[in-house]
């Protein structure tokens, strides 16, 4: 059984940095796309971004386009998250998933497998 594990959330000043690693268990990580998103409270979670199984293409909400980057490391089973610019406003938990799909969906319920989430606070 495949489980993912997010890390490297914290407390971070607006316009700081922050990067989330999400490490997969299982020897099938290079064979599915993976995405990231995000919950804030009393709001629904939202995509923030995806790549494909060999990171040849990535796709971003608008809401982050230009601040984050998504990769993967498929040699250590890792998809990142760097996020620049941090503004309150992207204040979540932070959620990797695994759709079932080498391409990269867009929509939550393409998502089959999902880590537990990890805190991102962004003061002002």
């Known amino acids: 059984q495949v489980q993912l594990v997010e890390s490297g959330g914290g407390l971070v000043q607006a316009g700081g940095s922050l990067r989330l690693s999400c490490a997969a268990s299982g020897r099938t990580f290079s064979s599915y796309a993976m995405g990231w998103f995000r919950q804030a409270p009393g709001k629904e979670r939202e995509f923030v971004a995806a790549?494909?199984?060999?990171?040849?293409?990535?796709y971003y909400a608008d809401s982050v386009k230009g601040r984050f980057t998504i990769s993967r490391d498929n040699a250590k089973n890792t998809v990142y998250l760097q996020m620049n610019s941090l503004k309150p406003e992207d204040t979540a938990v932070y959620y990797c998933?695994?759709?079932?799909?080498?391409?990269?969906?867009?929509?939550?319920?393409?998502?089959?497998?999902w880590g537990q989430g990890t805190q991102v606070t962004v003061s002002s």
């Open positions: 998933a695994r759709p079932d799909t080498t391409w990269a969906p867009l929509v939550e319920k393409q998502y089959e497998i």
């Open positions: 790549i494909s199984w060999s990171g040849g293409a990535t």
